[in-house]
């Protein structure tokens, strides 16, 4: 199979459209990161993306919408709470586990009764879903557990010759995933992956909101899983990350300085002084930015031929709380504090 290349034109996005109706794969851009999108209601072209991936079975898939009437015909029962977030965040970066009718197969929701839905905001994303008509199962469009795409580079990198196309939209403005949150009551938020949406975000609409334990430690490998992201190890580059809890820089810098090895890097804030004895790149200051540029720089580790990257570590709430959720991940859940 040969995957085409396609622009986000009129033209491309009706053509990508007709191969997801025929049952074929396209990834996508997002805001988030790139997609490989299938129709969610066809059992066998949701098959082919976790054969595409090399992803396992029991890790449930998102759906992406492009209007609230979609919803209809995907999910039994749609609580207050979700209207009002669905207003105020969609289109955007949040995903909300709901029900999921008999049209959504079992393989798409990881063997759950639930399904993940969101409704993406990069126009070529809503614009593909409004086109063909369909719901969109959409994993990140990567091989399973490496860095997720936010070019169209990274998914031809991983994904040429297993799907049918791609759709270039750029780089993702994001660049992690969906914020994923499940409703234990009528008025709990439970963050189950985090994102860009923060709890912080999400406090005034619900009397309590709460982080799942597994954004923070490794979870047993029979656990049942609601989101994507919570299981397995994932978002790693070839070489070994190793998130390093460091007081400050200096003590960062000593630190590195005697561990120093071949094909050593490190990956740093933009405010942190330069390093001489090992070759640095840089992720920005705060949680947005280093969202934004995250797995782009895992990427081009790998490109440089990094065994070994020593990172600083990011802080544990608000935006920042997705890339440390990313960076325990990639590394394995092994952190080094000094």
């Known amino acids: 199979m040969k995957t085409k290349k396609l622009q986000t034109t009129t033209e491309d996005i009706q053509a990508?459209?007709?191969?997801?109706?025929?049952?074929?794969?396209?990834a996508f851009p997002t805001e988030t990161v790139y997609g490989l999108g299938a129709d969610a209601r066809r059992e066998d072209s949701v098959r082919a993306i976790f054969a595409a991936k090399g992803r396992p079975a029991d890790n449930?898939?998102?759906?992406?919408?492009?209007?609230?009437?979609?919803?209809?015909?995907?999910?039994?029962?749609?609580?207050?709470?979700?209207?009002?977030?669905?207003?105020?965040?969609?289109?955007?970066?949040?995903?909300?586990?709901?029900?999921?009718?008999?049209?959504?197969?079992?393989?798409?929701?990881?063997?759950l009764d639930t399904v993940g839905i969101r409704m993406p905001s990069h126009p070529a994303a809503l614009e593909l879903i409004r086109v063909s008509g369909c719901p969109i199962a959409a994993p990140s469009?990567?091989?399973?557990?490496?860095?997720?795409?936010?070019?169209?580079?990274?998914?031809?990198?991983?994904?040429?010759?297993?799907?049918?196309?791609?759709?270039?939209?750029?780089?993702?403005?994001v660049g992690v995933e969906s914020t994923v949150i499940c409703f234990d009551d009528e008025e709990t938020i439970h963050i189950l992956r985090p994102g860009?949406?923060?709890?912080?975000?999400?406090?005034?609409?619900?009397?309590?909101?709460?982080?799942?334990?597994?954004?923070?430690?490794?979870?047993?490998?029979?656990?049942?899983?609601?989101?994507?992201?919570?299981?397995?190890?994932?978002?790693?580059?070839?070489?070994?990350?190793?998130?390093?809890?460091?007081?400050?820089?200096?003590?960062?810098?000593?630190?590195?300085?005697?561990?120093?090895?071949?094909?050593?890097?490190?990956?740093?804030?933009d405010s942190d002084p330069t390093m001489s004895e090992v070759p640095c790149t840089r992720y920005g200051d705060n949680g947005k930015e280093q969202a934004h540029l995250l797995f782009l720089r895992f990427r081009e580790l790998d490109e440089q031929g990094a065994k070994l990257v020593y990172v600083r570590m990011p802080k544990k709430d608000g935006a920042d709380l997705s890339v440390y959720n990313r960076l325990m991940r990639a590394a394995g859940f092994e952190v080094i504090k000094l």
């Not at 995907?74 to 709470?81: K, R």
């Not at 091989?143 to 939209?169: E, F, L, Q, Y």
């Not at 597994?214 to 397995?232: C, L, N, T, W």
Request: hydrophobic fraction near 45%; proline fraction near 8%.
């Open 141 to 173: 469009a990567n091989r399973s557990g490496s860095p997720s795409p936010t070019t169209a580079k990274h998914v031809m990198d991983d994904m040429d010759g297993r799907i049918s196309a791609v759709i270039d939209g750029g780089l993702c403005e």
């Open 60 to 111: 449930p898939l998102i759906v992406h919408i492009c209007s609230m009437d979609m919803l209809d015909g995907i999910v039994s029962y749609v609580p207050p709470i979700a209207h009002s977030l669905a207003k105020d965040f969609w289109p955007g970066p949040l995903t909300m586990v709901l029900p999921k009718k008999d049209t959504i197969p079992s393989v798409t929701s990881g063997g």
């Open 196 to 269: 860009l949406v923060s709890a912080e975000d999400l406090e005034p609409y619900a009397a309590h909101v709460y982080v799942d334990e597994a954004v923070f430690r490794q979870i047993e490998a029979d656990a049942k899983v609601a989101s994507p992201g919570m299981k397995y190890r994932h978002y790693a580059p070839h070489a070994k990350i190793i998130p390093v809890d460091a007081p400050d820089f200096m003590a960062f810098e000593a630190f590195v300085a005697s561990q120093n090895a071949e094909d050593t890097w490190c990956l740093l804030f």
């Open 16 to 26: 990508a459209a007709e191969l997801l109706r025929c049952g074929e794969l396209v």
